[in-house]
């Protein structure tokens, strides 16, 4: 099994268990998926009362009666959402159940109490409505897709969940099956050609992906939702650093082509953000930390050294330095030997350390698709920068300009 093969499986377990760690945020949805309502159990008086969400087959009812009862609309709309009393299950497939609520209990309750009942009718809808907003999130989670498979689809829909779950899950449905005729047009067109196969091969690919990316924005979407709200209603962070206040909005990443041209205009002009600070404020840190033991050490050393001196221990070396013409006149077989590479620290230190003295440039990406460096703003520091320049190209000697070349034969 390549390196691959086990980055792509490791990613793949860590993607189900995220998934299924943010379950508990649709539980909502799978009630109104398998049952087709949501329940709300109220304690009034002794007596147990158990509310549902008001089904879309007796909104129409639930209309006509306030609109010829307009007074008594809120116990109307309870009379609705009961689904049991003590036990008692109120069938609310007969159309006259929430008549006979209404008029065998609710038409003498006390108005205080409606308003109390009222407000968890309104709580179920509210529910429902947030349910609603996650419900593309859950159809593209595995667990929902094995649910349509293990459950039997069923014909009556009580609720728009359901009817957003089962379109989703039918268009699924004839997405497989015309890749599977796909698959095997593909298999005879590579029978003929195997450029062709292997081209069609790439589209196949390419188009998963990018489902499987926009599926993965959409649950993105909706755990941002569900911590922070309407992007619109969140009110930015004001964090202070080092003095300065800087305003940083609540979701970090540019969600629009605007929003990254303007990020990438603000790095081209040097401008730093609240990140740039926080990561020159680490990078100061751990240089101050690596400072720190350097110091520690040269002085545990020039202890030792004092040590040995007062013990009377001393001596000189004379360092002498050989050309390599030098040592081939001495030993000719020393330039034979390969010169042995003594690691000094860990790579993974030394690409540590690198990144610590490493600085964020300001440029962009040149037409020979390397970095370029951008002259900053301001007309002091263009002028010394030119200047700069015109002092090192007159530094430059001929030589180096002709060492630089790099002659080629044309035929």
């Known amino acids: 099994m390549d390196r691959e093969t086990l980055?792509?499986?490791?990613?793949?377990?860590?993607?189900?268990?995220?998934?299924?760690?943010?379950?508990?945020?649709?539980?909502?949805?799978?009630m109104l998926v398998t049952e087709g309502y949501l329940?709300?159990?109220?304690?009034?008086?002794?007596?147990q009362v158990v509310l549902r969400t008001v089904t879309e087959g007796a909104h129409i009812h639930l209309a006509a009666r306030c609109d010829s009862d307009p007074r008594?609309?809120?116990?109307?709309?309870?009379?609705?959402?009961?689904?049991?009393?003590?036990?008692?299950?109120?069938?609310?497939?007969?159309?006259?159940?929430?008549?006979?609520?209404?008029?065998?209990?609710?038409?003498?309750?006390?108005?205080?109490?409606?308003?109390?009942?009222?407000?968890?009718?309104?709580?179920?809808?509210?529910?429902?409505?947030?349910?609603?907003?996650?419900?593309?999130?859950?159809?593209?989670?595995?667990?929902?897709?094995?649910?349509?498979?293990?459950?039997?689809?069923?014909?009556?829909?009580?609720?728009?969940?359901?009817?957003?779950?089962?379109?989703?899950?039918?268009?699924?449905?004839?997405?497989?099956?015309?890749?599977?005729?796909?698959?095997?047009?593909?298999?005879?067109?590579?029978?003929?050609?195997?450029?062709?196969?292997k081209a069609l091969k790439k589209s196949e690919d390419e188009w998963k992906e990018r489902r499987a990316t926009l599926a993965q924005k959409s649950i993105e979407d909706a755990v941002n939702w569900v911590i922070n709200g309407e992007r619109e209603d969140q009110e930015p962070v004001t964090v202070t650093v080092n003095g300065q206040v800087f305003t940083v909005p609540r979701v970090h990443a540019s969600q629009s082509v605007d929003e990254m041209q303007d990020e990438l205009m603000r790095a081209v002009r040097g401008e730093k953000d609240y990140h740039d600070h926080m990561v020159e404020q680490y990078k100061a840190f751990h240089r101050a930390q690596l400072e720190e033991s350097r110091r520690e050490r040269q002085e545990a050393l020039d202890?030792?050294?004092?040590?040995?001196?007062?013990r009377g221990i001393s001596g000189t070396t004379t360092i002498v330095g050989y050309t390599p013409e030098q040592l081939a006149q001495i030993n000719p077989s020393v330039l034979a030997k390969p010169a042995a590479r003594v690691q000094q620290a860990a790579p993974e230190r030394q690409r540590f350390d690198k990144y610590l003295h490493t600085g964020v440039g300001v440029g962009w990406i040149g037409t020979s698709g390397q970095p370029?460096?951008?002259?900053?703003?301001?007309?002091?520091s263009e002028a010394a920068s030119e200047d700069a320049s015109e002092d090192a190209s007159e530094k430059e000697s001929l030589q180096s300009k002709i060492s630089r070349r790099n002659p080629r034969l044309k035929p």
Not at 39 to 47: A, F, Y
Request: net charge negative; aromatic share 10%.
């Open 7 to 30: 980055l792509r499986e490791a990613a793949e377990e860590q993607l189900l268990r995220e998934a299924t760690t943010r379950r508990f945020l649709y539980a909502d949805v799978e």
């Open 39 to 47: 329940l709300q159990r109220v304690d009034l008086e002794g007596q």
């Open 72 to 197: 008594n609309w809120k116990r109307h709309h309870i009379a609705h959402a009961v689904y049991m009393v003590d036990g008692y299950i109120i069938d609310q497939t007969e159309p006259n159940a929430a008549y006979h609520v209404y008029r065998e209990w609710l038409q003498d309750v006390r108005i205080e109490t409606i308003d109390v009942l009222h407000t968890y009718t309104l709580g179920l809808r509210d529910r429902l409505g947030r349910a609603c907003r996650l419900t593309n999130a859950f159809c593209n989670e595995e667990y929902s897709r094995a649910l349509w498979r293990r459950q039997a689809p069923s014909k009556t829909c009580e609720s728009v969940v359901q009817h957003l779950w089962r379109a989703y899950n039918e268009s699924e449905d004839a997405f497989e099956d015309e890749l599977k005729k796909w698959q095997h047009t593909r298999s005879i067109a590579g029978s003929m050609s195997a450029k062709a196969a």
């Open 303 to 310: 202890k030792a050294r004092k040590a040995s001196d007062e």
């Open 372 to 380: 370029e460096a951008a002259v900053p703003v301001g007309g002091a």
